[in-house]
């Protein structure tokens, strides 16, 4: 069994990547942008899957955020900075709403950046055309890389989740689980 203050660098190094895999994530949306036309461009907002990513990985990012001070503080001293069951609680529920969260960003991400290449492959080859020749190949690739960046959140996220698990068992013999107190 790994010590408590081995447990909570974990959590540490792991909140700390998927606030990097998350900030990676929003930096390659924002910077990914493709000639429309004229003088437009085709950017992550007018892809709704993409804000979509964007917006989960906003949402992990400041998620992680908000929880890093406390996570620090355990790392470093090994006691908690809050006592009482409101920590421990946000940690086991919170971590898990987001790693879902982020998993449905995830499928958002590759399923439409999938689609989209397909639709606009074949609207191409409409017009005689080849698609990986333009700059909108360029672009859904990038969307791909930050659909992949938002994976390794996931990834983090998901193994937090297991780590905020409750480790003590019941005290009470008569305790019959969560529901039945």
């Given at each position: 069994?790994?010590?408590?203050?081995?447990?909570?660098?974990?959590?540490?190094?792991?909140?700390?990547?998927?606030?990097?895999?998350?900030?990676?994530?929003?930096?390659?949306?924002i910077l990914d942008k493709a000639p429309n036309g004229g003088d437009s461009n085709v950017t992550f907002?007018?892809?709704?899957?993409?804000?979509?990513?964007?917006?989960?990985?906003?949402?992990?990012?400041?998620?992680?955020?908000?929880?890093?001070?406390?996570?620090?503080?355990?790392?470093?001293?090994?006691?908690?900075?809050?006592?009482?069951?409101?920590?421990?609680?946000?940690?086991?529920?919170?971590?898990?709403?987001?790693?879902?969260?982020?998993a449905s960003g995830v499928g958002a991400g590759f399923l439409d950046t999938a689609d989209l290449k397909?639709?606009?492959?074949?609207?191409?080859?409409?017009?005689?055309?080849?698609?990986?020749?333009?700059?909108?190949?360029?672009?859904?690739?990038?969307?791909?890389?930050?659909?992949?960046?938002?994976?390794?959140?996931?990834?983090?996220?998901?193994?937090?989740?297991?780590?905020?698990?409750?480790?003590?068992?019941?005290?009470?013999?008569?305790?019959?689980?969560?529901?039945?107190?």
């Amino acid at each position: 069994m790994a010590s408590k203050k081995g447990m909570a660098i974990a959590s540490l190094v792991l909140r700390l990547f998927t606030i990097l895999f998350a900030a990676g994530c929003i930096v390659v949306l924002i910077l990914d942008k493709a000639p429309n036309g004229g003088d437009s461009n085709v950017t992550f907002r007018d892809v709704i899957g993409y804000k979509y990513v964007f917006a989960t990985a906003a949402v992990a990012a400041a998620y992680c955020l908000l929880l890093l001070p406390f996570t620090m503080y355990r790392a470093c001293t090994g006691k908690k900075l809050v006592r009482g069951p409101f920590l421990p609680a946000l940690y086991f529920y919170g971590d898990k709403v987001v790693a879902f969260v982020l998993a449905s960003g995830v499928g958002a991400g590759f399923l439409d950046t999938a689609d989209l290449k397909v639709a606009y492959g074949y609207f191409f080859e409409l017009f005689g055309e080849d698609f990986k020749d333009t700059p909108l190949e360029g672009f859904f690739n990038k969307g791909y890389v930050a659909t992949a960046l938002l994976a390794g959140a996931f990834l983090c996220m998901a193994i937090l989740s297991i780590f905020s698990f409750p480790r003590r068992p019941p005290t009470d013999a008569t305790n019959k689980g969560f529901f039945f107190r």
